[in-house]
């Protein structure tokens, strides 16, 4: 079946341009997960949704970006105003649930990324 | 301290032989534990987790020590095609947490 799709696969952008990348999860899953990569770095956690529920915005790191999921399914991360520092790989991952409390999450499907280039 | 601590390597080995990763976490907390590998600008698929008793599969062994906060990776008889990234992946199960990878450590298998 289809995996998670993310678009555009690369982006390049000005300095102080806003961005938008777009995450297609797995269908049904209803765990969504946005992540950064930079170069020689590890995944940097961004934000969570879970079904319905609040987002976790904990990982953002700052006001500059947000993100929104319609209707349970693609979610949409934007950057504002961006910066050299913005240029990353941003990575959406999706799962089928995760059990609150605790408990082994489901596996996370990775989807391609989205490679960001800031001038 | 870091969350979750790798080598970053590269670990440079010849086909066949066989090559082990450490990985350090240092919350006490957590609960479930991965391996992740990450293909040269792909993105990270899910190797294997890591279960209390040690969990093997195929030429991939996988151990936890809770009482050092380590995890480890022993792959045997390596294969070209086991180069890689590979991820070491924490959770803390505290409602609805989400995964601390590691840097990786990159595996390199030659010819």
């Known amino acids: 079946g289809a995996g998670v799709s993310q678009s555009p696969s690369n982006k390049v952008t000005e300095k102080g341009k806003d961005v938008e990348l777009r995450c297609d999860p797995i269908?049904?899953?209803?765990?969504l997960y946005w992540y950064r990569q930079s170069l020689g770095q590890g995944l940097e956690f961004l934000i969570y949704?879970?079904?319905?529920?609040?987002?976790?915005k904990s990982g953002l790191p700052s006001d500059r970006f947000s993100a929104e999921r319609t209707g349970g399914s693609v979610s949409t991360l934007t950057i504002q105003r961006t910066q050299q520092e913005d240029s990353a790989v941003y990575l959406c991952?999706?799962?089928?649930?995760?059990?609150?409390?605790?408990?082994?999450?489901?596996?996370?499907?990775f989807g391609p990324g989205t490679r960001l280039t800031v001038l | 301290r870091k969350e979750v601590e790798q080598d970053p390597g590269p670990f440079n080995v010849p086909e066949g032989a066989t090559v082990a990763f450490n990985c350090t976490y240092s919350n006490s907390a957590s609960q479930s534990f991965f391996w992740y590998r990450q293909d040269c600008r792909k993105e990270p698929k899910l190797l294997m987790s890591?279960?209390?008793s040690g969990n093997e599969d195929g030429r991939f062994t996988a151990q936890l020590n809770r009482a050092s906060q380590y995890i480890s990776l022993l792959i045997r008889d390596s294969k070209l095609s086991d180069s890689a990234t590979y991820l070491c992946v924490v959770k803390v199960n505290s409602g609805y947490s989400t995964l601390t990878f590691g840097k990786g450590t990159m595996l390199l298998v030659s010819p």
């Open positions: 890591v279960y209390s």
């Open positions: 269908s049904g899953h209803t765990a």
């Open positions: 949704f879970q079904g319905n529920s609040a987002p976790d």
């Open positions: 991952a999706s799962s089928l649930t995760v059990l609150a409390g605790g408990g082994a999450p489901d596996t996370q499907y």
